[in-house]
Nanobody
Framework: VQLVESGGGLVHAGTSLNLSCVLSGLPLEPYGFGWFREAPGKGREGIAATTYRDDDQYYADSVKGRATISRDNKKNTMYLQINDVKPEDSGVYFC?????????????????WGQGTQVTVSS
């Protein structure tokens, strides 16, 4: 099983960030997933998560109203979009796959992780 994130880099404040995560080795459809962020000096923070049916979703207060988590099961790809990005959105973003049917907002029970993609928001 492998997860590979893309879409990171330098982003200007006020614009949109679009991250992708391609899953290989398993079909995406039966599984929930989440996106996490690790900023310098801070621990790993859960940013957004969704269940395998996408019938329950979570967004951290820091991105609520600005972020959208989504998927394309045919492409086996997970997405995270954050609009109106701020410098505090900078960090390494990770996608993670869940084998649980319930919504997971913390990272400890996620089964597989990507290697992360660096995002730097310039003011």
């Amino acid at each position: 099983v492998q997860l590979v994130e893309s879409g990171g880099g330098l982003v200007h404040a006020g614009t949109s960030l679009n991250l992708s995560c391609v899953l290989s080795g398993l079909p995406l459809e039966p599984y929930g997933f989440g996106w996490f962020r690790e900023a310098p000096g801070k621990g790993r923070e859960g940013i957004a998560a969704t269940t395998y049916r996408d019938d329950d979703q979570y967004y951290a207060d820091s991105v609520k109203g600005r972020a959208t988590i989504s998927r394309d099961n045919k492409k086996n790809t997970m997405y995270l979009q954050i609009n109106d990005v701020k410098p505090e959105d900078s960090g390494v973003y990770f996608c993670a796959l869940s084998f649980y049917h319930m919504l997971l907002t913390e990272g400890t029970k996620y089964a597989h992780w990507g290697q992360g993609t660096q995002v730097t928001v310039s003011s």
